[in-house]
């Protein structure tokens, strides 16, 4: 009998456990989903911040912002780290052609990691330096995530020719594509974030 409670309790409590996780992640989910809503990738936008709202709980517009822009810089920095390793084994096997236009794109690459780079630490200083700084910490984000999104755009435009298969071909695009739409809806966090701050604030648009 003491053995059948025992089980049970234990199956109620594993049960009990299972649905507040699961409640919990529907919540969350139902949080992010309103605030991606604006994105131009909204499904993405929630993949990719869902980890972090089940572990810590409602986050902050800069909060999300902050998260939505590193891991857009993560995913540049992987890229670039594949693109660099396909570029040497095309040096090396001698097809000059597609490994002068890689690494060309590397160049343009390496622009736009330390573009995002440099908005995430601005990112991370606004509102700590005072409210007469906000708006220029704002525009330098907005000018360095835009000149990253150019630099992608050119890299990508650049892969051309015969020297790269493709299956690598489409496996370089696809990366930089990723790159694109988590920096497109970075910026879409971004803004709701700096909307939000200069509305509490009382600070006139720029």
Not at 66 to 76: G, H, P, Y
Not at 117 to 143: A, C, I, P, R, T
Not at 152 to 160: L, M, N, P, R, S
Request: overall charge positive; hydrophobic content about 40%.
């Amino acid at each position: 009998m003491a053995q059948n409670i025992l089980f049970f309790l234990v199956l109620f409590f594993t049960v009990f456990g299972f649905l507040t996780i699961v409640e919990s992640r529907s919540r969350a989910r139902v949080y992010l989903e309103s605030q991606c809503r604006s994105a131009m990738y909204p499904d993405l936008c929630v993949k990719t911040l869902l980890p972090y709202v089940d572990k810590s709980g409602v986050l902050s517009p800069q909060r999300l912002a902050q998260i939505s822009l590193a891991t857009c810089l993560s995913k540049a920095r992987v890229t670039r780290t594949y693109v660099d390793n396909v570029a040497k084994k095309l040096n090396e096997t001698g097809n000059i052609v597609e490994y002068q236009a890689l690494d060309e794109c590397m160049h343009h690459i390496d622009n736009g990691v330390d573009q995002i780079m440099q908005s995430f630490k601005e990112l991370q200083q606004m509102g700590k330096d005072g409210d007469e700084h906000f708006v220029w910490h704002e525009s330098n984000v907005q000018s360095w995530v835009s000149a990253a999104l150019t630099d992608i755009t050119t890299c990508v435009d650049g892969i051309v020719g015969d020297g790269l298969g493709r299956r690598e071909k489409a496996m370089i695009k696809a990366r930089f594509l990723n790159v694109k739409q988590l920096a497109s809806n970075s910026l879409m966090m971004f803004s709701r974030f700096t909307t939000r701050y200069r509305a509490a604030r009382g600070i006139k648009n720029p």
